[in-house]
């Protein structure tokens, strides 16, 4: 799977939108972008996921550029409960076992009042 | 959606002892579950994947004789710490994987285990 880079830390005021970048220079033409989120002493939160579209639901947005090296996942207005460590992976789609995910060190998102 | 729970929530015991650590998955069956362990301020680290009725593999560096795991069922994985030492507490998370859609593995809320 692509690794990938992501800042340690990042601020956010409440009510704002949070925008947290992940740079996959390495990712191929089938992997997936996945988010994940862990507040913490919590088990991580699926987010969102997209290969080459921008995606939206009820919790965020993902924009993937369109060489794919890189995406953003949108927090339209954060709130305070959002603090979390958010966690960018790539991997290749399919259902056996060997489809893990692998974690980074990911971006410590603090919302602030 | 599809929730995963893990018992007990957290658990406090003695070195040399061992201690078992449930996960199930409670409105839908589980054909892969994962063990994952993670240490204060630190990832997520896999530790073994088990796959229904089948022995778990285990990443390099995890003890198989220590870190005893059993999926019998489609709804329940367990991790048994063997032999537990200081070393081994931890914050340890199961997940499932559903089936065949790709972003189909569910996280359970952890446990924490500290040995004394």
């Not at chain 2, 859609?101 to 004394?116: I, M």
Request: glycine share 6%.
């Amino acid at each position: 799977d692509a690794k990938t880079t992501q800042p340690p830390s990042m601020d956010c005021a409440e009510g704002r939108a949070a925008n947290l970048p992940c740079n996959h220079s390495t990712i191929s033409g089938n992997e997936y972008v996945y988010w994940y989120r862990q507040i913490h002493s919590q088990g991580p939160q699926y987010i969102i996921h997209g290969l080459k579209n921008n995606e939206t639901n009820e919790m965020a947005s993902l924009i993937i550029t369109e060489d794919r090296k890189s995406s953003t996942l949108i927090l339209p207005h954060a709130t305070l409960r959002d603090t979390a460590v958010y966690y960018c992976i790539v991997r290749l789609p399919g259902s056996g076992s060997a489809r893990q995910l692998t974690f980074g060190s990911g971006t410590q998102l603090t919302v602030l009042p | 959606g599809a929730v995963v729970s893990q018992h007990p929530s957290w658990v406090i015991c003695k070195s040399g002892t061992s201690v078992k650590i449930e996960c199930r998955s409670l409105d839908f069956q589980a054909t892969t579950m994962f063990w994952y362990r993670q240490f204060p301020k630190q990832s997520l680290m896999l530790m073994a994947t088990s796959n229904e009725g089948s022995k778990a593999t285990y990443e390099q560096g995890v003890e198989k004789d220590k870190f005893l795991i059993n999926h019998a069922s489609l709804t329940l994985s367990t991790l048994t710490v063997t032999s537990a030492h200081p070393e081994d507490s931890s914050f340890y998370i199961c997940s499932a994987r559903a089936g065949t859609h790709t972003y189909e593995q569910y996280f359970g809320p952890g446990t924490r285990l500290t040995v004394t």
